[in-house]
């Protein structure tokens, strides 16, 4: 089945810089890669997600980059905000579609003002 | 409804009970999921419906764990003789595509 490793566990910027939360994956079939954001208490919500037929997609300040052949793909956050302090997880499919989700362990981000 | 509501949102029991959580998903999604997060940890896959059928069991953790669904409606998730470890959040989410995550049921086994 698949595997879903995402690095780092934790991670603390200044405001303004940017953050970069890196997942790979084990099943070359996968074929779509969202990112989920988490504030503490609340439910996981999805921020953007890329399917494997393109290999970045921008959204704002969050874009999300994919490289099949490395199978890995990566959240890129810009000009870091502190309400985008958050727990992050990345997914992928666990049954190669779009079927069950997979998720990484979760990447803490704190932005520090 | 509007959203992904999941009932009760707290159930506090003791060792031994049996727990039934459930899932209203988001009026015509097919697909529904249920996942466990224990404080401080990732989601942990459990089960999915895809209508009232279940492709995949894998995840659920033991034979004490079991899910049903109606249709492409409610769902519940049983947890007989429950343990300590069974504490955590468990979230139900549904999709007819993204998926939409409910706020979850906090579970606390004394």
């Known amino acids: 089945g698949e595997n879903v490793e995402q690095h780092p566990s934790t991670l603390s910027v200044q405001e303004g810089d940017s953050a970069v939360i890196k997942c790979t994956y084990s099943?070359?079939?996968?074929?779509?890669f969202p990112w989920y954001k988490q504030e503490l208490g609340k439910r996981p919500q999805l921020i953007i997600d890329?399917?494997?037929?393109?290999g970045e997609k921008k959204d704002q300040r969050i874009a999300v980059t994919l490289n099949k052949t490395a199978k890995h793909f990566s959240l890129h956050i810009t000009e870091t905000q502190p309400e985008d302090s958050a727990v992050y997880f990345c997914?992928?499919?666990?049954?190669?579609?779009?079927?069950?989700?997979?998720f990484g362990k979760g990447t803490k981000l704190s932005v520090k003002p | 409804g509007a959203g992904v509501s999941q009932s009760p949102s707290n159930k506090v029991t003791e060792k031994g009970k049996d727990v039934e959580l459930r899932c209203d998903p988001i009026?015509?999604?097919?697909?529904l999921y249920w996942y466990r997060q224990r404080l401080g940890q990732g989601l942990e896959f459990l089960i999915y419906?895809?209508?009232?059928?279940?492709?995949?069991k894998s995840g659920l953790p033991s034979d004490r764990f079991s899910a049903e669904r109606t249709g492409e409606s409610v769902s519940t998730l049983t947890i007989q003789r429950t343990q300590q470890e069974d504490s955590a959040v468990y979230l139900c989410?549904?999709?007819?595509?993204?998926?939409?995550f409910g706020e979850g049921s906090r579970l606390t086994v004394l």
């Open positions: 009026s015509g999604h097919t697909a």
């Open positions: 997914a992928a499919p666990g049954g190669g579609s779009q079927g069950n989700l997979i």
């Open positions: 419906f895809q209508g009232n059928s279940a492709p995949d």
């Open positions: 989410a549904s999709s007819a595509g993204e998926l939409f």
């Open positions: 099943d070359s079939a996968s074929n779509y």
């Open positions: 890329i399917r494997s037929n393109v």
